[in-house]
């Protein structure tokens, strides 16, 4: 969530949804980038927040798979270790979203709660 809050809203020292959007469409070539930057942030803070809450797990789990995925196109050129700003770090994430979207929320979420089958 902090890193969603960081694209979209400026907080936690992040850019904002223009800055960030500058960012993606001139430095990492996605056009158009204020776009990228809007559905990473709001995959990253609304995703999250599903994660946490356990409302629409498996789905939110698969949105954020699919931003690690992209993730680690960006990071791959600087190897694997984290320390160099390689792949490492979204991979571990990605293997968890993976993980929570194939078992789902589980006993303490809201979709159990409800009777949801996500």
């Known amino acids: 969530m902090p ?13 904002g949804l223009s800055g960030t959007g500058a960012y993606f469409g001139d430095t990492l070539g996605m056009e158009p980038g204020v776009l990228f930057a809007l559905l ?15 409302v629409l797990t498996r789905p939110a789990a698969l949105a ?5 995925a992209v993730a680690l196109s960006v990071h791959l050129p600087n190897g694997f270790f984290w320390t160099n700003g ?3 770090y979204p991979l571990m994430w990605l293997a968890l979203a993976i993980a929570i ?3 789902g929320g589980g006993a303490y979420s809201v979709d159990k709660r409800l009777g949801m089958r996500f």
């Open 101 to 103: 979207a194939l078992r």
């Open 86 to 88: 390689g792949v490492e």
């Open 64 to 68: 954020v798979a699919v931003l690690l």
């Open 3 to 15: 890193h969603g809050a960081q694209k979209l809203f400026g907080w936690f020292g992040g850019y």
């Open 40 to 54: 990473a942030g709001l995959v990253e803070f609304f995703g999250g927040l599903a994660l946490v809450l356990g």
